[in-house]
């Protein structure tokens, strides 16, 4: 290719990224001409629909189509653009631009998630660049890093607040006293919950991203599938006060440990809420921001911090993939490609070593601190503090545990719901990023 | 290159940083060539004396040479790696090494400050790659994000805190209350700061990576001479407790603005104390970590935060610059080349906008809030607060101004000092990362 041409994007999908997208190529064609060598060109838009309104878009009507497929068939087409989201029809898309020898720039966390393998062997196939920087923590440069700064290093564990939605719930219930539902529904009125907010609340955005940021991190093969979930709609208004009174706030983390088996090293992945002290760098990720905590064993610890969501702050994600999709075509070069030999075991949940925050409902009488520390005792796991208020029918027992694996908490849980004396066990909720 | 050869690599310098590479290269040797696709191989080590011991470096003593340039003429050398530091003999190598078309990897700030520009032009000779994330902030990936992943975006400013001794030095100031002679004595102690300190204290090391950022960030040619430059040595215990009154903390922050002048955009880059809001990203970083703030048009606000020194952080990044080359060696491939195509004009330190903390001793009697509020008004600098203490010979004023030109404010300082009823000015500080 002759660096007198220019190089031509087909842009899949036209909302709230993709018309950022589309802006953004046009406020900064000259800096993006200079920065290539060459101009970037839209050769189409992808939409489900024609005639809805795009008139303040800087771009000829003529490029959308409703036609994605004849779009990215095009012989003069060198860069595909995605930004359409879920599995279908985005793979069959993907698969056949990059079979074709198109680079792909995608911001699909969920396709890459459940089907990166597939994508990765087309782009093998065809030669040619997947680039995906806006798929995880937005407009964040992490990926990138992930995938060549932290090279010559030995990731040993990413830490990440990667859904910008239920930090901003979570951040108000911390600041307001605010329960869930209240948080949740200021949430909504200020667009940053969708109507719908399952995938968020209930961490399967925040998985997605855990599985792709686990593959990248420790050069092995992650899917969605692979990574322990659990929501954060049972986080009360209690819990985060009881978080207070420990010099911590509760986030939902999304958590990728590199570890040691009996048959090798092994890979655990997870996203739940958890206590974090009001110390860990984490901690002070306020509203709907993301950011991602890397322990690697030469740089030791870092944090990339930024916008996780938006379409502006995604599009400029976007851009900066597309500018290296369009460098590599001018030069005939690729970027480095899938890195898995690792191969690593997924480490079931159980296996992790985590500490709990449990809040029991007790009856008040004589003996029941002994009897539930004979539990915990009994299940090898060790108490860190216990904090008793009420009194008679309206006791309340909290405890936090030292590290320990997973199963032998979840099961010392589960012990304690049998007994008489405990009436209900009002929370239980990780803690993490501090001293076991 | 066939991919079953190793690529060779020459290192210069073997002291803290060197080691550190010797021993990563050695532990990570498997994952390495997983990841390149070939072995890496140190061909030798360049040093300054023989026989010193290095007994416990994971290698073949007789590598070791005294003479680094018949080392990287040799023609099985791939990649030069240079871990010494300062300007010659250093620049001589590399440009030798670039123009033989071998690719190099370098942590020397100083020398990519004052002569990049002359580095770049032998790689581009060579057809070959110059590779310095080690050169900022140490361990954090942010030269790579900065040359790549916001390379679709419009970076307008970058704010840093990039020497981990002077951060030392006022973090430990902010925690205990001492004085700025106590903190460097305990940071010495601890090895953070050098026997002769003047590099980091009086800012020239943050001064060089400004350069470097400012470049990088800005699309354009910016060297040390360009950076306008002032200590932290001046910083009193007294200007630390008056930044806590006012919800601030003091660091030693790079500030690289892009901005606009009647002849087009120009770029100011200045290196200084500055009083920040506890609520700003930066006030948390404590210790001798270091952080970059990076504002974007689409990305936003963004942050890196990791270990700024230290042998072994600094060896990661090392390691991850050997890795991109290595495997550009074996694709025949190369990095993005040096951008400087927006030639920026270099603002002087006056036109900046900043805000300033000014705390004078004045004679306690009438008149004289008037007097001295008058000389800011003939300035047209506006006032933001002032605190008045203490009575009758040993009265205190401590003003905030809001934003306005740095000459502006200069030559308010310098009519101050000339009124008969100020009797000393206390200190002078810039206060920077809020609302003007």
């Not at 490029?63 to 653009?81: E, H, M, N």
């Not at 219930?173 to 209240?182: K, W």
């Not at 690792?342 to 709990?356: D, F, H, K, N, Q």
Request: net charge negative; proline share 4%.
């Amino acid at each position: 290719m002759s660096s007198t041409r220019s190089v031509r994007l087909a842009l899949l999908g036209c909302g709230t990224v993709g018309s950022e997208v589309v802006r953004l190529l046009h406020e900064q064609a000259a800096d993006l001409t200079a920065r290539i060598g060459a101009p970037l060109e839209l050769a189409g838009i992808a939409v489900r629909r024609l005639g809805r309104e795009r008139g303040d878009l800087p771009v000829d009507p003529s490029l959308f189509t409703t036609d994605a497929l004849s779009l990215i068939k095009r012989d003069d087409v060198d860069v595909v653009i995605e930004v359409v989201g879920g599995i279908e029809p985005a793979r069959s898309w993907l698969i056949e631009s990059l079979r074709a020898g198109k680079s792909v720039v995608t911001a699909n966390k969920a396709l890459l998630a459940e089907d990166g393998g597939t994508l990765h062997a087309a782009a093998a196939e065809g030669g040619a660049d997947l680039y995906y920087e806006a798929s995880v923590a937005g407009a964040i440069p992490l990926l990138r890093p992930l995938r060549e700064s932290l090279h010559g290093d030995r990731v040993t564990q990413v830490t990440g607040i990667v859904n910008g939605t239920t930090n901003f719930i979570l951040s108000s219930m911390a600041a307001t006293g605010a329960g869930f539902d209240e948080a949740l529904e200021e949430a909504t009125e200020l667009g940053y919950a969708e109507a719908d907010p399952t995938a968020d609340v209930e961490g399967f955005d925040a998985a997605a991203k855990a599985a792709i940021l686990a593959s990248l991190a420790f050069h092995t093969r992650v899917t969605a599938a692979d990574v322990f979930r659990e929501g954060m709609t049972g986080v009360t208004a209690g819990d985060m006060a009881s978080a207070k009174e420990m010099g911590c706030t509760i986030k939902l983390l999304c958590i990728a440990q590199r570890g040691s088996g009996v048959e090798g090293d092994t890979v655990s992945v997870r996203v739940h809420p958890a206590m974090i002290p009001l110390s860990h760098p984490l901690a002070g990720v306020g509203d709907a921001f993301n950011a991602v905590f890397v322990e690697a064993e030469a740089a030791g610890p870092l944090m990339f911090y930024g916008r996780g969501a938006g379409g502006r702050p995604t599009a400029s994600a976007v851009l900066g993939d597309i500018v290296a999709a369009a460098r590599n075509k001018l030069t005939g070069t690729r970027a480095p490609s899938e890195s898995n030999y690792a191969s690593l075991a997924v480490r079931p949940i159980g296996e992790s070593m985590t500490r709990y925050h449990i809040s029991l409902d007790v009856a008040e009488r004589p003996g029941v601190l002994a009897t539930v520390a004979g539990v915990f005792a009994q299940h090898e796991v060790s108490i860190a503090t216990v904090r008793q208020s009420g009194r008679e029918d309206d006791a309340k027992l909290v405890i936090v545990t030292h590290s320990a694996p997973d199963a032998a908490l979840a099961a010392t849980v589960e012990a304690l719901s049998r007994l008489d004396i405990v009436r209900s066990i009002a929370s239980v909720l990780r803690v993490e990023g501090g001293a076991g």
